[in-house]
Structures are given as structure tokens and as C-alpha cells.
């Protein structure tokens, strides 16, 4: 069993900057993949970024260039760093632990809301 709990999460205003934190229990090497996920009202949960054991690392088309994601496999810890928030970014962000696609293990997430 892979425990996986975000923090970070808050409000900021529009064009601010905010970093999530996924730490995890333990590491598997089958599942290598560590992925952010976010969900809006109404809307799919959708992918915004993913990172490999070996850092690999694959982007959201709408999130290029303003986050950034990264890990310490030592400290089983992941981090997601989110610069120029838009409104449209305010939604629940998960972590999740597995191999992409296929996430078995989940966090319960963490709000991230955006004033504009």
C-alpha cells in the first residue's frame, strides 16, 4: 500500500505563485510515475504534469513554461511548482503514484484557488 498526502494548496491572487508538495509513503519501482491531477467544478480531472523516478518529466500544454515539477526520490517527496496562476487554474489538485497511465494510489488533494 503507497500513501500519498498533498499540502500547499491556498489562495492566491492571479499572476502569484504557489508550490504543492506530494509526499509518499514509499517508492515502488514498478511504479515509477509520480503525476499531478486537478479537478474543477463540473469539469474532467485532467493531467497537468508527471515525473519519473529517473526525472522525466511531461507538461499539460496549458501549463508549459509557468509549472514546474520535480522530486526527491531520498526524501519521497514531489513537488509542483506553479508560477503566473490564472483563475482558470483554481481546482483541486491530486497527486497520484503509479505507471502512466494506470494511477492506483491517490492522495485526497489539496484546493488551490485563484482571485483574479
Known amino acids: 500500500q503507497v500513501q500519498l498526502v498533498e499540502s500547499g494548496g491556498g489562495l492566491v491572487q492571479a499572476g502569484g505563485s504557489l508550490r504543492l508538495t506530494c509526499t509518499i509513503s514509499r517508492i515502488i519501482a514498478s511504479m515509477p510515475v509520480i503525476a499531478w491531477y486537478r479537478q474543477s467544478p463540473g469539469k474532467q480531472r485532467e493531467l497537468v504534469a508527471s515525473?519519473?523516478?529517473?526525472?522525466?518529466?511531461t507538461y499539460a500544454d496549458s501549463v508549459k513554461g509557468r509549472f514546474a515539477i520535480s522530486r526527491e526520490n531520498a526524501r519521497g517527496t514531489e513537488y509542483l511548482q506553479m508560477n503566473g496562476l490564472k483563475a482558470e487554474n483554481t481546482a483541486v489538485y491530486y497527486c497520484a503514484n503509479g505507471y502512466s497511465p494506470t494511477y492506483p494510489y491517490w492522495g485526497q488533494g489539496t484546493q488551490v484557488t485563484v482571485s483574479s
Open positions: 515525473i519519473t523516478l529517473g526525472g522525466s518529466t
